[in-house]
């Protein structure tokens, strides 16, 4: 077989990059310097380093104001890029702010002096990404958010050494409460650091409601009272009354913060109704759905399985204003809610959810997995997807339906509306109908339902 003739190719000019930002400078952020790059025709010396102090920061935005500079790009490191960043935006630069894995495809950059060489002149080609950052107002909600998260985290530890000095001690009140630190197990507890040790007198304080009896209660009191047992409970139970407090200090501030929002001029939803069942444990100490109904003007609590502390945690995360993310599939994809399938030759090579520490991600994963038992729509759908896919993956599927309907009701000021699982069941029933009939025209037959024997 004779040879094919080789195609002869045109040579193509390959003109440089256009300098999408040519005013730009890069910023690589470290704990004790921070080095700033410009571009060579701005400033005879077009890097330079300065200490982190609040007046070095301030003598760098002075020097990029003499450079001419109009927008910086800077990388997400730990949390020492915050200060510069607030001050670089009160003064009116532009901050890029980038995720540190998007800039470490190139190897060979060893130094700080040319990693922000680097980031500039990324930059100025406009081949970087800001990462997303809400407004100031919204930023200051949310560190206050996962500054009480903190504090019940630590809470949490200090109920686990209460557990261990009873257990020590073989006062076995785990085995008979839910909850040591319920009103039964608090009042039990103080009672036996206040020099309480008779089991049926420590056993007479239980409240009403307690599903174990009295005697059985009082069996499990009977241990070992050690000296410095009693005194390991007494610190534990002084550290969780003092996160107590500081607990309800923060949400005093939350409360006052939110206060410091307009209320909304055109409500998609009435405003939600007082709240009258009693306080859970880690719930806020004020009510905290009229707070988030003036901060958004629509009552994300009617969606089934997302309570108000879920909604402070996801707004705190992505604001109120949708608009940042084109569509929907943005959102989602920014949560780490949809599939990142990885192609390659015409082959899959990888599937899947990337994993991700995403606070708004969490908090609607744990809101699905509540769903278990709903009879709503949004329960069948969980209850459907478990017996396809399994658990892990119908948590996943059910978050990212919830982060859809956020989406919409922030977007469009639009109310919930659950129609229930009935009506869910039988619009599936439906859709798998329509495609049965579909499949059977295709291959030239027709479905026709069954007619019941007649016995």
Request: aromatic share 8%.
């Amino acid at each position: 077989m004779a040879k094919q003739k080789r195609q002869i190719r045109m040579k193509v000019q390959v003109n440089a990059l256009e300098q999408i930002n040519p005013h730009a400078a890069g910023i690589d952020v470290g704990a004790e310097e921070m080095y700033v790059a410009v571009a060579p025709d701005r400033d005879t010396q077009s890097v330079r380093s300065f200490p982190t102090f609040t007046a070095d920061l301030r003598r760098l935005a002075e020097w990029l104001k003499t450079c001419q500079i109009k927008t910086v790009a800077m990388e997400a490191t730990g949390v020492y890029w915050i200060p510069l960043y607030e001050l670089l935006e009160e003064e009116g630069f532009e901050v890029c702010l980038v995720n540190a894995r998007h800039l470490k495809n190139v190897s060979g950059r060893k130094t700080d002096v040319l990693d922000c060489q680097w980031i500039q002149q990324l930059h100025t080609y406009g081949l970087l990404r800001p990462s997303f950052r809400p407004p100031e107002q919204i930023v200051a909600i949310r560190s206050l958010v996962r500054h009480r998260e903190m504090l019940v985290q630590y809470r949490s530890a200090h109920i686990q050494h209460m557990q261990k000095a009873l257990t020590l001690m073989n006062v076995r009140l785990t085995n008979v409460l839910s909850d040591i630190t319920g009103v039964t197990g608090l009042k039990i507890i103080r009672s036996i650091l206040a020099g309480e040790r008779n089991p049926q007198r420590l056993a007479a304080l239980c409240e009403p409601g307690c599903k174990k009896s009295e005697a059985e209660i009082a069996k499990s009191l009977e241990g070992h009272y050690k000296r410095e047992h009693v005194f390991a409970l007494k610190q534990a139970l002084e550290l969780y009354d003092f996160y107590d407090q500081q607990l309800q200090a923060c949400d005093d501030e939350l409360e006052a913060m939110y206060q410091e929002f307009d209320p909304p001029e055109d409500p998609g939803t009435p405003p939600p109704a007082p709240r009258t069942q009693k306080r859970r444990k880690n719930q806020a100490h004020f009510d905290l759905a009229p707070a988030l109904y003036r901060l958004t003007g629509i009552d994300l609590t009617q969606i089934d399985g997302v309570d108000e502390l879920t909604v402070q945690k996801v707004l705190s995360e992505t604001g109120i204003d949708m608009s940042k993310w084109p569509t929907v599939k943005h959102f989602t994809s920014w949560l780490h809610l949809c599939p990142n399938n990885k192609i390659t030759g015409g082959k899959v090579i990888q599937t899947g959810v990337q994993p991700t520490k995403n606070r708004a991600s969490a908090a609607l994963r744990v809101a699905a997995a509540s769903l278990k038992t709903s009879d709503s729509a949004l329960g069948a759908f969980f209850r459907r997807m478990r017996a396809r896919l399994g658990t892990p993956a119908a948590i996943t599927a059910t978050a990212h339906k919830l982060a859809r309907i956020i989406y919409f009701m922030l977007k469009h000021r639009m109310p919930y509306h659950d129609f229930g699982a009935d009506y869910y069941d039988q619009q599936h029933r439906n859709r798998v109908l329509r495609n049965l009939n579909r499949r059977a025209a295709r291959l030239g037959f027709r479905l026709e339902p069954a007619v019941p024997e007649v016995s």
